[in-house]
């Protein structure tokens, strides 16, 4: 993987963690994220304006931007109900696994293959994910795995890595035929009307107006830094393989299990830290594979 766009990864790793830890500590997620969804709508206006003003937007531009509306929706929503019921060091490492779905719906939709080093890289972090499910090395802890993975917040976790695998396909291809930022952009402000309808439609106008209240400034971060990490994550897409930039957004679970564990007291046991360092081996070899 060339240096740049490994870079910017590298870059946007810490800020997806970041962010995913303020939702988490969100007194409501599905009203946190669909106010954050409508600060960043407000904060990216005016780039966004200039760059519909010199951009020659054509009709098959809607069909992109709506596509990737849908399936983006669907992360933030599944993303959202997994912090309802899991911790952000067990849900965060799932939510961020969509290495084990991206090479094959990059095979098959636009044709990338990967070498040995990439698929080596790919098994590691796979291995790191599922070790970090354990409670301890023995029969009993790995009994848990499956007790951990049945959860709620682990399943959807699953499903918000499953459109993770989707959207970064379908965003490589799209940004091969439209502007990245104004494709963003106009996904994204799909996405804020679809997620404000449904907070305002099914929570009350007091419990909006407290979330408001409580975390309007960690809003306004989670609106900010989630445009900026994947616009950086759209670049890299340009000049690399989906499965590698996948792949590598990987070691953002190391951060996340970091800040679960020393922000939110969540355990970090021997098996986690095990895991985190297989799957950051996988992530360095990354950088080697072609």
Known sequence: METFPFSLVLISIFTHA???????????KHIFTA????????????????????????????????????????????????YKY?????????????????????????????????ILAISLILLGTFVMHMESFDRPGIRTIFKNIGNKGSMYAVLAAFTVACYTIWD??????????????????????????????KFE?????TEWQLNRWRIIKVGFFNSFTYILVLIALTTSK?????GLRQLSIVIGAFFGFRFLKEKLGTPRLVGILISILGVCLIYFAK
């Not at 970041?18 to 409501?28: D, F, G, M």
């Not at 937007?57 to 509306?69: K, M, P």
């Not at 106008?205 to 107006?209: G, N, Q």
């Open 242 to 246: 989906a499965s590698y930039v996948g």
């Open 35 to 82: 106010l954050s969804k409508l600060a960043e709508v407000l904060i990216f206006l005016f780039p966004a304006i200039y760059f519909f003003l010199v951009t020659n937007f054509q009709s098959e531009f809607l069909f992109l931007i709506l596509i990737a509306g849908v399936i983006t929706f669907l992360n933030y929503f599944f993303l959202s109900s997994a």
């Open 172 to 201: 490589k291809i799209s940004i091969s035929r439209m502007q990245p930022f104004l494709y963003f952009y106009l996904y994204t402000f799909i996405v804020a009307i679809l997620y404000n309808a449904i907070a305002f439609y």
């Open 18 to 28: 970041y962010w995913n830890y303020l939702i988490k500590r969100a007194k409501n």
């Open 205 to 209: 106008k007091d419990e909006i107006k």
């Open 86 to 118: 899991g911790d952000l060091s067990l849900v965060y490492p799932i939510a961020r696994s969509s290495i084990i779905f991206l090479p094959i719906i990059a095979f098959y939709f636009i044709g990338e293959r990967i070498d040995t080093v990439g």
